[in-house]
């Protein structure tokens, strides 16, 4: 039978894979939100991710906001996002309304295979209940593929899309694959190899799949607080923490991470997946937990350290103008998703500054809606008591550190989280 | 003037340091081992860092015991160990002993230089205070070099030595050092170029060399104690680690690290000399102390994992026979130093296991001294109940499972801690 696909869910993660499958294979692609697919219909990404003349060149695939449309598919590929909540808790609700969309429109032998981020366990325990009760079919697996059963099979990919990278893109990533029977897992894995130049790695089971996919972030998300816990100690030392990591850098093994703010969808989140699961079944983590609380600090650290700055200049903090520049959560590119510059903003308006947010890269309405932050347009020289560079966007690297000044009034006090200048051009980094 | 330099602590650093310069420069290797020094004059080095062949090649050193033999010299380069004590505090006698017989016998415009792993600042605040009551000099540093001065120098250049490793040797591992003065800096750099074929990074204060060196342990620490921790955790549901850990390695950005004890004389030490300046000066690191107590409870955990396993299988616990194959903290090389196998046997002993050690690289005499352990000579068919795979010496992986699993009585329980067997030949492994 003819493979007939349906992606559902096409933001960052969804669009560029049905974009790829929808050059080879006749593909679906669903999404919920009526004006991502009138967008996408008129040729335009606006997360940025796919070009219109590659939009074009998905010939086979079409767009479509009605479950209807997908029931005649056979694989169904999952990629809505799975956020946190207030309390720092996996938030299944896409995913488990995503799952309930699929139940409707499953038929006998189709496969459902999920590349959102879970905490190991979750397609089976959460998705695939779901889809059992939704479709009337049976979840067929490794211990009932023996059977004669009118079922389902399900799989697991997880995504490994990296918002704004160029170099690595969904086609030349290495791409974990997995499948509830070993028949199944090698049927996912040659159809994941119609697009994937950079090969596929088949996990031994559902569950080693979803584990890998949520530590590698949560690697990044530990180096990262390690580097944060350095800066935080030598900033006490009166030690550059950029001189040591340089110095220690000429050793061939030691890794290069930086300090600074960890927002986005995926390192400062997935970690929440892995430590939730774990406190369930009894452990509670160390070293990810502290790795999360020093992270999710680093915001209000930064506007600490700048109120004090201030304050030895002899700079009024009640009142300040501060500027802060960049509000995504990582450089060159318009993903505001988690990003942490909110603590730091937060922070200094709990101080009584008066925060200006400049973000060439940013939807000022998406900025509005999701934060209640209206960024300022255009930069005047000589405003502000105070000027913070938050994100290493292209555009602030280029303005160059005159450029930069000269925004300040006379006395002003200028911090670089991302070490886009010189440490003897600015009074305080990381 | 020509340099003459001594070497002060022929040790692991201090040897292989002592014999590059002395091809080339007159050096003096002082110890205050008379033993040592007895073994490296017939030729003969136990640490197994240098064969017989390079001694000779070092044809311009000489070996001594007596401080007053390096009274002529003007360059001393101190290379002592410094371990932490039972409390996990920085020891630093040995280092304070080394300051103080050189500064017996400095002479003005001299040089020191430490090697040793301390904490940042610890050249300045602790060694130096040392020299300059020993030897009624100034030190000449930065904030005093225009004056005209009676004085010495001091440097700080750490040791990146990887014991065992026969890649990453003195002359090709990039060296970071430092001076007290800009202008002594570049003299330490220079000198050292002569023997460092990777060349050097020139630091820009002793402090941050120091830095450097304590955080590129403490970051290797972090991250074997991550991937510590994922053991534990997918231990808990029931996903094998290393399978886990093959396909979240498939990603281009992961990072390899395995479980396991951590031992030795650098990463499970050099993170305590960090905490305590980090203290000191009023924080108290929260990634990194946890990074050290889970790392050091896995020995103990180990142990646990073993007894539960012999209790399902029906083996009875009190008076069972238990061989752990490995005493080194590192694979195939003799050094016993801070080994983390010791934690295993302990807590299996407090079972009432009968722990038999078997390790074909160590020196029996040293076992005995450091640990009170007298390892087993032969290994015989049928003798154990459990068998622990503790360290990938070569000859472990050469036995192979059929020849190891033969040691075990015909119930027993095969526990793997470095992946030596593949998971279906053993019954636990991290």
Known sequence: MENKLAIIGLGYVGLPLAVEFGKKIETTGFDINQSRI??????????????????????????????EEIRNCNIYI?????????????????????????????????????ESTVYPGATEEVCVPILEQQSNLTYINTDNCDQV??????????????????EHRVTNIKKVTSGST???????????????????????????AEAAKV????????????????????????????EVLKAAGSKWNFLPFRPGLVGGHCIGVDPYYLT?????????????????????????YVAKQVIELMTKKGIHVVGAKVLVMGLTFK????????????????????????????????????????????????????????????????????????KIKRLGKSEHVLYDIKYILDANEVDGRL
Chains 1, 2 share one sequence.
């Open 38 to 67: 009138q967008d996408l219909i008129d040729g335009v990404d606006r997360t940025l991710e796919v070009g219109s003349d590659e939009l074009k060149q998905a010939s086979k695939l079409t767009y479509t906001t009605k479950f």
């Open 78 to 114: 999952v990629t809505v996002p799975t956020p946190i909540d207030e309390q720092k808790q996996p938030d299944l609700e896409p995913l488990v309304k995503a799952s309930e969309t699929v139940g409707k429109v499953l038929s006998h032998g189709d496969i459902v295979i999920f």
């Open 331 to 402: 450089e060159n590119c318009p993903d505001l998703r988690n990003t942490r510059v909110i603590d730091l903003i937060k922070e200094l308006s709990d101080f009584n500054c008066n925060v200006d947010v400049y973000d060439p890269w940013i939807d000022k309405e998406e900025a509005k809606k999701e934060y209640d932050i209206t960024p300022v347009d255009t930069l005047y020289d000589g405003e502000y008591d105070a000027v913070i560079l938050t994100v290493a966007h292209d555009e602030f690297k280029e303005m160059g550190v005159s």
């Open 276 to 300: 939730h699961k774990a406190i369930e079944v009894g452990y509670r983590p160390e070293m990810i937990l502290a790795g999360r609380r020093l992270n999710d600090d680093m915001g209000s």
């Open 182 to 208: 070993p028949a199944i897992a090698e049927k996912i894995d040659n159809l994941y190899k119609k697009i994937i130049t950079a090969g596929t790695h088949k996990a031994t089971s559902i569950k080693v």
């Open 149 to 166: 059963l009118k079922g389902f099979y399900c799989g697991y990919s997880p995504e490994r899309i990296n918002p704004g990278d160029k």
């Open 215 to 242: 530590i590698e972030n949560t690697q990044r998300d530990v180096n990262i607080a390690l580097i944060n816990e350095l800066a935080l100690i030598f900033n006490k030392l009166d030690v550059d923490t950029e």
